[in-house]
């Protein structure tokens, strides 16, 4: 099968082209005939030697990649929940090594939800990680009630365009940040309120949220406890940068929390209705070809990506 493998941890030229044997399956995996792959900021933290490399350092061969969309062309002997025949899509063995840069990708069932019909494969990839993400967030983490306040930074993102989607499809009153540019398309999502952040200090601007969905943690992580009325709750997603969030908020009477997304067939079939009602929609604004992989790591290393990127096998 057409795989690309990671040689060495570092740029975009170390992705390579190669054919690799098709994956084996156990009993409860359906093997996945893989038509989308979604690229995720934590594939290029990932490939520079960050992210997920510690995990993955001893593998051989490194494949990138966790979010897939395609057609399953076999099932393990345990497999119950899906056929030959279905289209699925999800977000494979995260944390771990989901080998989703790969014309077949060995899925565990439990991992996958069935593909809206309404919704092509491109858009399906794009969805599992950041989608999850925000679903996890605010249906584990906290449980967003309607009228609170929700602040979600970078919000024309990856993660921030579900989780304005999601926190409105909640009740909540939405807040979004993100630069000018982008402020029409973060409006069209359904916010009730934007900050440009190159024009305002976030936190000058609100001071009540009663909950705050940080990308970006270290200063951005503290800074969104002022924005967060007593008692709120900020949400860091990076781990980085985010490890002293909850002794910092419990100084000041707010609680912070961070957390890393983990793979759901369950919450993915959570999303997928959503998707097929329309309740939310997945914004793709790049879609690459499988030769272009370099290029559309690079325009997610960027951090000027509206929504999300995908390539096409």
Do not use: C
């Amino acid at each position: 099968m057409k795989a690309i493998i990671l040689k060495d941890f570092g740029g975009a030229e170390n992705l390579l082209f190669t054919n690799l044997p098709t994956p084996t399956l156990h009993d409860h995996e359906v093997l996945v005939q893989v038509s989308a792959i979604g690229i995720n900021p934590i594939d290029i933290k990932t490939r520079n030697g960050q992210g997920a490399a510690q995990q993955l350092k001893n593998e051989q061969p490194i494949i990138l990649g966790w979010d897939i969309s395609g057609i399953i062309q076999e099932t393990g002997k345990a497999v119950t929940r899906f056929k030959k025949g279905d289209a699925v899509f999800g977000m494979v063995n995260f944390p771990g090594h989901g080998k989703a840069y790969a014309e077949y990708v060995a899925a565990p069932e439990a991992h996958l939800a069935l593909k809206p019909f309404t919704i092509s494969h491109g858009e399906a990839a794009a969805t599992p990680l950041a989608a999850l993400t925000a679903w996890q967030a605010f249906t584990k983490q906290v449980s967003v009630q309607p009228g609170q306040k929700v602040l979600i930074h970078a919000a024309s993102g990856g993660v921030g365009h579900f989780a304005v989607q999601i926190a409105k499809h909640l009740g909540a009153y939405v807040i979004g940040t993100s630069s000018a540019t982008n402020k029409e398309f973060v409006l069209s999502l359904g916010v009730d309120e934007h900050i440009d952040y190159n024009a305002r200090q976030f936190e000058e601007v609100i001071t009540d949220a009663d909950i705050v969905l940080d990308a970006f943690g270290g200063d951005h992580a503290v800074r969104s406890l002022a924005a967060t009325k007593p008692g709120g709750t900020v949400i860091s997603l990076p781990s980085a940068t985010s490890a002293n969030i909850a002794q910092q908020a419990e100084a000041v009477g707010k609680h912070g929390v961070h957390f890393r997304v983990s793979s759901s067939g369950a919450d993915m079939e959570q999303l997928a209705v959503l998707l097929l009602k329309g309740t939310i929609h997945t914004h793709v604004s790049h879609l690459f070809e499988w030769k272009d992989i370099a290029a559309a790591h690079k325009q997610v290393e960027s951090g000027r990506t509206t929504g999300k990127v995908v390539v096409v096998i």
